[in-house]
């Protein structure tokens, strides 16, 4: 998966029984997909995402792994498919989410002529829960809305030359809804508040000792926590969110650059421009000037 796929396939054999299960991979020629992988956004390796997709699916498609090469998130989006499990078909749709770990079986596949929709990540860590469910693939409800915005958006910001900082700021945003989705990684719900309160105010004077203080602990605990959920210290990822609001910004409004700046807390348009061009490659200029060409 060496870049931004749309794939449109044509029919691969008459599809037999559901069960027995046996690994399987049957798609029709109105499939359509659209995937992106380590290829094209190598951000994925620090974050352990293999590739990405959505998926707009009719009979005869299915998709049968008796053991899965990697853990997955499969959210419907629209329609309806079904899920094999226990011996038995359930209905999948609009608000199901599929979870399965590293190792897992699972089996799906279309079902209706009304499309089923279904945005999709495949990962490199199972996710662990501590009971027996923990090597089982199976639905649950879910509110994935924001999961499926951000990896479409994603999708979407691979097919033009996107600037890194949106591929690096999508990527982490999507990681968090990947582990706020498979339960695996839970953040500790102090850490997940302070942030919250950040991202309210990113234009306050920040440092280690007030964040710790804000999320009740030691700035060491604090540190470690942010390491594990975010993979940056608490003033890196304090950094990236000034970063991504300002992408935001520049990317959706007319408002003055310095205006931006004086809001997350800079002290000169200089200082502004600098960090911004060492985390995005560009000045701000640049990249709202590449934005507007783009939209």
């Known amino acids: 998966m060496t870049g931004i796929l749309y794939i449109s396939y044509t029919i691969l054999a008459m599809f037999p029984p559901l069960i027995p299960l046996r ?5 029709g020629s109105r499939c359509k997909e659209w995937i992106i992988g380590r290829g094209r956004v190598p951000q994925f390796y620090n974050h352990n995402i293999v590739c990405v997709g959505h998926s707009i699916l009719v009979p005869p498609y299915r998709m049968v792994r008796l053991k899965s090469d990697y853990a997955l998130l499969v959210a419907c989006t629209g329609g309806k498919g079904v899920f094999y499990e226990d011996g038995q078909t359930r209905q999948w749709p609009e608000g199901k989410l599929l979870i399965c770990p590293q190792g897992a079986q699972y089996a799906y596949e279309a079902v209706s002529e009304e499309p089923w929709r279904i945005t999709w990540v495949l990962y490199l860590e199972a996710s662990q829960h501590g009971s027996d469910n923990s090597m089982r693939a199976r639905l649950v409800e879910a509110d994935c809305e924001d999961f499926n915005s951000c990896a479409k ?67 060491e605990h604090l540190r470690r926590l942010c390491l594990k959920h975010y993979g940056k210290s608490p003033i890196k990822h304090l950094q990236h969110l000034r970063m991504h609001s ?16 004086e809001s997350l807390g800079f002290s000169s348009l200089y200082a502004f421009s600098a960090a911004f061009k060492r985390w995005a490659g560009v000045s701000p200029g640049q990249f709202r000037s590449h934005e507007k060409q783009t939209n």
Not at 23 to 27: G, L, N, P, Q, S
Not at 182 to 200: K, Q, T
Request: with cysteine; proline share 1%.
């Open 153 to 219: 958006m994603l999708i979407r910001e691979t097919s033009s030359e996107a600037a890194p900082a949106a591929i690096e700021s999508l990527t982490s945003l999507l990681r968090i809804h990947m582990q706020r989705l498979d339960g695996g990684d839970c953040i500790d719900s102090r850490v997940s508040n302070l942030w919250s309160i950040v991202e309210s105010d990113l234009g306050a004077n920040w440092d280690n000792t007030k964040l710790a203080q804000l999320a009740k602990m030691s700035e």
């Open 246 to 261: 300002a992408c935001i910004r520049l990317r959706t409004g007319n408002c003055k650059i310095e205006t931006i700046a």
């Open 23 to 27: 690994d399987t991979h049957i798609i």
